[in-house]
């Protein structure tokens, strides 16, 4: 499933976040690439205990937690620390897997790669090329979203940043691990789960709204892992 979360920052709010990633200082996105990645990586990024990153990932995992699209979609169950990348002057990333499992920086913890976010900081306009493409059972999708909007796709999918040919383009990225580790799974969830909203929209009274509404939680307990 590929999924936009649109407005997940108002413009406002992308302006203050520039602001403050415009002021940070930077450096070579290699020093984290794993050993396949390495050779297609070249960008900058903001070192994962750097004081903006830290701030700014507490500010997204909270606005994360508000916000029932990203909820319903992705069904988090841990989240890493979001991160930080900057392309310009031909900056790209070429296609590559994500590894599968990341350790919580500083804890014992680990989180599994289900389900992966990137947050477009850069309006398209401000910049050339830099398009996320992501390659998966539904075929290659090419995505360029404006300032503010979010993007969410499955971890298990080949992807790539294309390159930047002029302007620069900022963007934070995370993944969660999802209570429901299967892609399909998760997917019937979050369309059973919008039906369900649309009808309560629709029809308030109706009878079936508590029958597939049990139907969800039942999916649910028999699916999920904690
Ligand atoms: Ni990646």
């Known amino acids: 499933m590929l999924l936009q979360i649109p407005a997940l920052f108002s413009p406002d709010e992308v302006r203050e976040i520039r602001a403050l990633l415009e ?18 990586k070249d960008n900058l990024q903001l070192p994962l205990d750097h004081p903006v990153a830290r701030q700014l990932g507490e500010r997204i995992l909270e606005r994360l937690s508000i916000t029932p699209l990203f909820i319903a979609a992705a069904l988090p169950l841990r989240i890493l620390p979001p991160r930080f990348n900057r392309y310009e002057g031909g900056g790209t990333y070429g296609n590559h897997v994500d590894n599968a499992v990341f350790p919580i920086p500083g804890t014992p913890v680990r989180v599994r ?3 992966s976010t990137t947050i477009f900081f850069s309006d398209p306009d401000e910049y050339e090329g830099g398009e996320l493409v992501v390659e998966d059972t539904f075929g290659e999708k090419r995505v360029k979203l404006p ?15 294309t390159p930047v040919t002029s ?13 429901i580790r299967d892609d399909r799974q998760r997917c019937m969830l979050f369309e059973l789960d919008s039906a369900i909203q649309q009808l309560c929209a629709d029809h308030p009274d109706h009878p079936s709204i508590d029958g597939f509404t049990n139907t969800y939680h039942n ?4 699916w999920s892992e904690t």
């Open 147 to 161: 300032a503010g909007d979010a993007i969410v796709y499955p971890g298990s999918s080949l992807h790539r940043v």
């Open 113 to 115: 790669t289900d389900v």
């Open 167 to 179: 302007g620069t383009r900022f963007a934070s990225f995370f993944w969660t691990q999802s209570l």
């Open 219 to 222: 999916l649910m307990r028999g």
């Open 23 to 40: 002021s940070a200082e930077w450096v070579d996105g290699r020093v984290t690439a794993g050993h396949r990645a390495v050779s297609v």
